[in-house]
């Protein structure tokens, strides 16, 4: 007798329904991406929650203790585990957190924002179906973000665990460097098509065999 699957979990429904940004780009992005010198990726349906509170306010002191730090600088990072909390302005962060951590699926990070801030001054909204994730790594993935964005790149100046707010082929984003050679942009979900083009346009040299 044939076993019978077992039915879908209300949270594996939640997911199955989702389409991410640039999803008609999957196929694109991996025939596109050059192995070992610059690949190019989406990481779908990260937690996003954006956060404005003062970061030395009692509301702020307990925020902290949920993420595991609030940035104090421009461009820090800071968080605890799978989540992290990018500094965007004074008293604006954004946290990135794993899939799992939104309530559609079961998580709980967004009520625990909420709680945290109680009645103090400031705001948590879910941000998640607001913008995208792009992976871009590879010893060439610099050169790629250097034809289309104004931030100096350059490892001295632009060190790993930076984010910082730019545009990237006249695109808004997010921009955080998370190792030597790996990046994230975190662009907004309707400009996600077209970014996703640009870096795919930006990458083709790399693929002649005629570049080193």
Excluded at 100 to 115: M, R, T
Excluded at 146 to 153: F, H, V, Y
Aim: charged fraction near 20%; include cysteine.
């Amino acid at each position: 007798m044939a076993e019978t699957a077992a039915p879908k979990t209300s949270n594996e429904t939640n997911l199955s329904l989702r389409t991410s940004p640039a999803a008609l780009l999957r196929a694109a992005f991996e025939t596109g991406s050059v192995h070992g010198t610059v690949e190019l990726s989406e990481i779908t349906f990260l937690t996003m929650v954006g956060l404005r509170v003062g970061r030395d306010t009692d509301a702020g002191q307990r925020i902290a203790s949920v993420t595991g730090g609030l940035p104090a600088t421009c461009g820090a990072v800071s968080g605890t585990g799978d989540t992290s909390v990018l500094w965007l302005g004074p008293e604006e962060f954004l946290v990135v957190a794993p899939l799992e951590a939104h309530e559609s699926l079961g998580g709980d990070l967004i009520q625990a924002l909420k709680e945290a801030l109680g009645d103090g001054e400031g705001q948590v909204v879910d941000l998640s179906a607001n913008r995208t994730t792009f992976e871009l790594t590879g010893p060439r993935s610099r050169a790629v973000l250097e034809k289309g964005c104004s931030l100096d790149l350059h490892p001295r100046q632009f060190k790993a665990g930076t984010a910082l707010s730019t545009e990237i082929g006249n695109i808004p984003a997010v921009l955080w460097k998370t190792g030597d050679e790996s990046y994230r942009i975190f662009p907004r979900a309707s400009f996600a098509d077209f970014l996703g083009r640009w870096l795919l346009d930006a990458i083709r040299e790399y693929a002649s065999p005629e570049v080193p």
